[in-house]
């Protein structure tokens, strides 16, 4: 008996490290072709062929976009330039004016580790009149000036800041 279990697991043994034998044939796998060349946006350039978009992509620059533009830019940098602030409430305070991406980029911003701490002057709009998605705000503080980057998903939509960007050689 000892004999036929030890005959029986050397063929076990053989049997599961042999290849399995394939009875179907290799079939190559299917190639991709572009059938048509794609296209760069950038530039001016138009990411489909053939198709054109319009200059300012369904949203202009008015005096209102302007000013809810500049108004969220200045609340959003008063916020942020609060090193006092306990970081809990500081977040909160600021993470409903900033993108989802800027709320989960700052949310573990200490801000004692800020180092401005009040806006010093007016801040200067940067616009791109083919472009109304999006904005810059500098803004003079007392560390420099702070670059602030606004967006929006629609003409109708709020501005949401989604960098704040220091003064070069400050963190």
Request: aromatic share 6%; hydrophobic share 35%; proline share 8%.
């Amino acid at each position: 008996m000892k004999r036929a279990l030890t005959a029986l697991a050397v063929v076990l043994l053989c049997t599961a490290c042999s290849p399995a034998a394939s009875t179907t044939p290799a079939t190559p796998s299917p190639t991709a072709t572009a059938s048509t060349e794609a296209t760069l946006s950038a530039g001016g350039k138009s990411q489909a062929p053939g198709g054109t978009a319009p200059a300012t992509l369904g949203i202009g620059w008015d005096e209102t976009s302007k000013k809810t533009a500049l108004d969220t830019g200045t609340t959003a940098m008063t916020l942020y330039a609060r090193p006092t602030v306990n970081d809990k409430v500081w977040i909160q305070e600021l993470g409903q004016l900033l993108t989802p991406q800027a709320a989960a980029d700052y949310q573990y911003v200490d801000p004692a580790n800020i180092p401005v701490t009040k806006i010093t002057g007016q801040g200067r709009l940067i616009i791109d009149e083919s472009n109304g998605f999006g904005c810059h705000i500098v803004f003079p503080t007392n560390a420099g000036n702070y670059d602030v980057q606004l967006l929006r998903t629609a003409a109708d939509k709020p501005w949401q800041v989604n960098r704040f960007t220091p003064p070069n050689g400050t963190k």
